[in-house]
Nanobody, 116 residues
Framework: QVQLAESGGGLVQAGGSLRLSCAASGSIGTINTMGWYRQAPGKQREWVALITSGGLTNSADSVKGRFTISRGNAKNTVTLQMNSLKPEDTAVYYC??????????WGQGTQVTVSS
């Protein structure tokens, strides 16, 4: 089993910044990818960004140039630096991990609210 713990959500004004962190713990073998998804009220969960075990990154077009995903200082941690936030970024953000040996794991989610 893998547990994912997110932190760093909150309320910010449009144009501001927030930093989300996610730490994986438990029976971890090799985490192939870690990343973030988000779900706004009344909408489907959507992919935001990911980083592979090799350090490759990718992000959704809606956040390119504003959000940056990177490894945290501790092993099996990932951060999402969110700049130039917009009201449409308001959502619950979920940390995700994929292990080829064990499948998909999700965090509990952290609320990000951007006021206009």
């Amino acid at each position: 089993q893998v547990q994912l713990a997110e932190s760093g959500g909150g309320l910010v004004q449009a144009g501001g910044s927030l930093r989300l962190s996610c730490a994986a713990s438990g029976s971890i073998g090799t985490i192939n990818t870690m990343g973030w998804y988000r779900q706004a009220p009344g909408k489907q969960r959507e992919w935001v960004a990911l980083i592979t075990s090799g350090g490759l990154t990718n992000s959704a077009d809606s956040v390119k140039g504003r959000f940056t995903i990177s490894r945290g200082n501790a092993k099996n941690t990932v951060t999402l630096q969110m700049n130039s936030l917009k009201p449409e970024d308001t959502a619950v953000y979920y940390c995700h991990a994929y292990l080829r040996s064990a499948g998909d794991y999700w965090g509990q989610g952290t609320q990000v609210t951007v006021s206009s």
